[in-house]
């Protein structure tokens, strides 16, 4: 029997620059499937794997104007420094009894270049999105991998694997979000292109852009 999610906190993190209406449609179907009780949408301070040339606050702010509707937004991130993932869910550990960590499938294949993989895996359970038109069989040497080194276990439901040494899921869940690209947006920005990027964005993120010269508007 797959794990239940109804009582789960869906942690959304990422960097959020900016944030667009991809990421609105990913909580939505995290809503949706697997059920889960909240979402919580904490922007990143920083990370090794990537750079980040808005400031915290600015990001923090898009992430109000997008999510405030549709999930709380804590900005932990920010007021503790945090750079990895284990540190985060160290400290929302003690908010929250049971979290679901929601991750990509760019970050399902960056795993191992984790701090403190594997181990960050057992301090919570796992969704991974599959936004359109990515399937599970696309992630399958990855897959393989983990369970090939016993990081994962399949189960009875092709989705959901356990993580080894501990209780806990990772589970696979396809969402009709569409795979758009923060990079994308900023480079049709910085190119004068910004009437392109207008469809892609909340209309108050557009504004406070325009408004703030952000990605060189």
């Known amino acids: 029997m797959s794990l239940s999610f109804s009582e789960h906190t869906a942690v959304v993190g990422g960097s959020f620059n900016p944030p667009h209406i991809g990421h609105l449609e990913a909580i939505a179907g995290v809503k949706a499937n697997p059920n889960v009780a909240r979402v919580v949408v904490v922007p990143s301070y920083g990370t090794p794997l990537k750079t980040v040339s808005t400031s915290f606050d600015q990001r923090a702010e898009m992430s109000r104007i997008a999510f405030s509707d549709c999930a709380e937004i804590d900005l932990i991130e920010g007021k503790e420094k945090i750079q990895y993932t284990w540190q985060l869910l160290s400290l929302l550990g003690q908010k929250y009894p049971k979290i ?67 209780k806990r899921i990772l589970r696979f869940v396809e969402t009709t979000a569409s795979e758009i690209s923060s990079t994308e947006i900023r480079e049709k920005f910085a190119l004068a292109k910004k009437d392109e990027t207008q469809r892609y964005l909340p209309r108050g993120v557009f504004e406070y852009i325009e408004r703030n010269q952000l990605y060189g508007t």
Request: proline share 6%; glycine share 4%; hydrophobic share 45%.
């Open 100 to 166: 679901a960590f929601v991750i990509g499938t760019d970050q399902f294949e960056s795993l191992p270049r984790w701090s403190r993989f594997p181990d960050v895996l057992a301090m919570s359970d796992w969704i991974v999105l599959l936004r359109k038109p990515k399937k599970i069989a696309d992630l399958k040497i990855g897959i393989e991998a983990l369970v090939s080194k016993r990081i994962l276990t399949p189960t009875t439901d092709e989705l959901e694997f356990q993580i080894s040494g501990s």
